[in-house]
């Protein structure tokens, strides 16, 4: 049966957000387990909003998955989307202008892969704190490496 790309997306959110009879949210769950600080919550490294934006790129349990979470300062979340906000158009103008590939074009997933995991490793646990104001820093080093593959 066919499901949306929104409808998995959703799905996925709920997994991550809503506790489900005895079992915590995996949200919760990974907080305990990976003992944040003080001011830290839970978040993807690769979006959850990658599953409808790249549909068949990724499966929700890959992003749902402790190897795409990482704990965040509060202080630079809302920093952390805008660098995925202004990362995501850059990707799709990569892949459509230079890679000339469709959504339904076979090979879309797999570059559309490969430069998201680009995009995931370039900001790291390490130097996320580094995004405060300045995401468009990272975003304009996230195009330039693109760039310098073509």
Do not use: C
């Not at 489900?20 to 909003?49: Q, T």
């Not at 934006?53 to 805008?82: Q, R």
């Not at 080093?141 to 310098?148: Q, V």
């Amino acid at each position: 049966m066919f499901r949306s790309a929104y409808a998995i997306y959703d799905t996925a959110r709920d997994n991550f957000d809503k506790p489900w009879l005895e079992r915590p949210s995996l949200r919760d769950k990974f907080a305990k387990i990976m003992k944040l600080a003080a001011g830290e919550e839970v978040h993807h490294v690769i979006p959850l909003g990658i599953l409808w934006k790249f549909p068949g790129t990724f499966k929700p349990g890959e992003l749902n998955s402790h190897v795409n979470f990482m704990g965040l300062p509060k202080t630079v979340h809302d920093f952390y989307n805008k660098y995925w906000i202004s990362a995501i158009p850059e990707i799709w103008r990569v892949i459509k202008s230079e890679r000339h590939l469709k959504v339904d074009d076979p090979g879309f997933a797999d570059a559309a892969r490969h430069y998201i995991e680009k995009a995931r490793d370039f900001v790291t646990p390490e130097n996320v704190g580094r995004i405060d104001s300045d995401y468009q820093v990272f975003t304009e080093e996230l195009k330039r490496r693109l760039a310098s593959e073509y």
